[in-house]
C-alpha cells in the first residue's frame, strides 16, 4: 500500500491545508485582502484601497459600501464557556495530568504520604486556576455590557 487512501484523515487534512494555501496565495495575486490581513500592509496601500486620505477618512458616501462588505468595526462577541467546561479544562492541563499520574503510581507502590500530598496539590491546583479563569470570565462579561463598553465617539 505506497499509496495514500483519499478516506484517510490525515491525508485529507493535508489537502485541506495545502488546497487553502493556494487559495490564499492565488487571493493575494488578485489583490484580494481578508479582514485579517489589514496589518501586514502599509498605510499608503490601504488608503489607496478604501479610496481614502490621511487627513479627511473615508467618503460619507463610501461607508454604508464598506460597512456592507467588511461588516461594523466591533468585536466579536466572545464564545461562552460554560462552568463544567471550565473546570474540564483544568482538569486534563498537562501538568495536573503528571500530577495524577504521579499520585497513581504513588499509589501503586503503597507510598500513602506522598499519594495524599500529590492529590492535595493536584486539589488546590484545578481550585485556584478554576477560580481564576471563573473571575476572568466574568469580568469579560461585565466589561463588554458596562456602559464604557458600548460608548460611541465621533471623529
Known sequence: MSEIQ????????KNFFSSSK???????KEKYISQTDFHTRSA??????????SLNGVPSAKVNQLREQY???VLPEPEKVSVFRMFLRQ???????????SAVLSAIFEDVKSTI???IVVV???AI????EYKAERSLTNLLSSRVAQQKATV
Open 44 to 53: 499608503e496601500d490601504l488608503l489607496a484601497q478604501f479610496q481614502s486620505d
Open 6 to 13: 483519499s478516506s484517510d484523515p490525515i491525508h485529507e487534512l
Open 22 to 28: 493556494k487559495k490564499n496565495t492565488d487571493k493575494r
Open 129 to 132: 486556576g478554576f477560580t481564576q
Open 117 to 119: 500530598v500529590l492529590l
Open 124 to 126: 488546590v491546583n484545578v
Open 91 to 101: 482538569i486534563i492541563d498537562f501538568m495536573v495530568l503528571i500530577l495524577i499520574a
Open 71 to 73: 461588516g461594523k468595526n
